[in-house]
């Protein structure tokens, strides 16, 4: 057997444990931007919808706002780390092609899939909190 450089796993190994270090410290340290009190959002949608229905029964049209940016700090982290784990992967399928080390190829697509699989699966886990969440307050309230 002939031995091979691994150049392409290789550069996937390293962009594959820089996703996977940095969906672990989104995981732990953030989200770095404070979200508004749910009492703020909650009041702002209120005040929208009483607006708007105001301004239909009297037949005016509400100008448009333009919706705010969504583009946070958290947002480009989490879209970059998903982008270093697709690049992992990706890396990992050149170095297939070009019949470098299977061990470097698995690593390296191991790395990239288990990176973009934490972010998912720490978004459903938050999603599942809330659910039960919002399910025990029925409970106690006697709505369910």
Do not use: C, H, N
């Amino acid at each position: 057997m002939t031995t091979t450089k691994s150049r392409f796993s290789t550069a996937g190994m390293l962009f594959g444990a820089a996703a996977l270090i940095a969906s672990v410290i989104y995981f732990w340290a953030g989200p770095f931007v404070e979200p508004p009190p749910l009492e703020q959002v909650g009041a702002e949608k209120a005040v929208a919808i009483r607006d708007s229905t105001i301004a239909k029964l009297r037949g005016k049209e509400l100008p448009l706002v333009a919706p705010e940016s969504r583009w946070t700090s958290d947002r480009l982290f989490q879209i970059g780390t998903v982008t270093l784990g697709a690049f992992a992967l990706v890396l990992g399928a050149f170095g297939f092609a070009k019949r470098e080390s299977r061990r470097a190829i698995l690593v390296a697509a191991a790395l990239g899939a288990g990176a973009i699989a934490f972010q998912f699966l720490a978004a459903a886990l938050g999603v599942i909190a809330v659910v039960v969440f919002l399910g025990v307050l029925l409970g106690i309230f006697g709505l369910s």
